[in-house]
């Protein structure tokens, strides 16, 4: 898979998840801020196991909050051309970690 095609299924997926256009996406842009739950973010990292067919990191989707983070993240899971993002620091997400931890998920 090309980098271009786990981005668009991302955006694809929080497009049809959250109602949000496609287009509308901002990628360096928290993906909290885009009005993502606990319950939507637990179903996203299985959709990703499950459609990538490999196990994730636990709190992956969070640790890389933006959708080019994520994205990165994906691409090194997948063997793509990303590796040289692999030890970039974690950027979290303080709100939507604060939601989680009020969920009993974080």
Do not use: H
């Amino acid at each position: 898979m090309t980098r271009s095609e786990i981005e668009g299924w991302l955006l694809d997926w929080l497009s049809d998840e959250l109602g949000i256009g496609v287009d509308d996406f901002e990628k360096d842009r928290s993906i909290g801020s885009y009005g993502i739950n606990a319950r939507q973010l637990e179903q996203l990292a299985g959709d990703i196991e499950e459609f990538f067919e490999e196990p994730l990191e636990s709190g992956i989707v969070v640790k890389r909050a933006t959708i080019d983070r994520l994205t990165r993240e994906l691409c090194i899971l997948m063997d793509t051309d990303e590796e040289e993002f692999a030890g970039e620091e974690p950027v979290r997400d303080q709100e939507l970690l604060q939601d989680l931890r009020l969920s009993g998920i974080a």
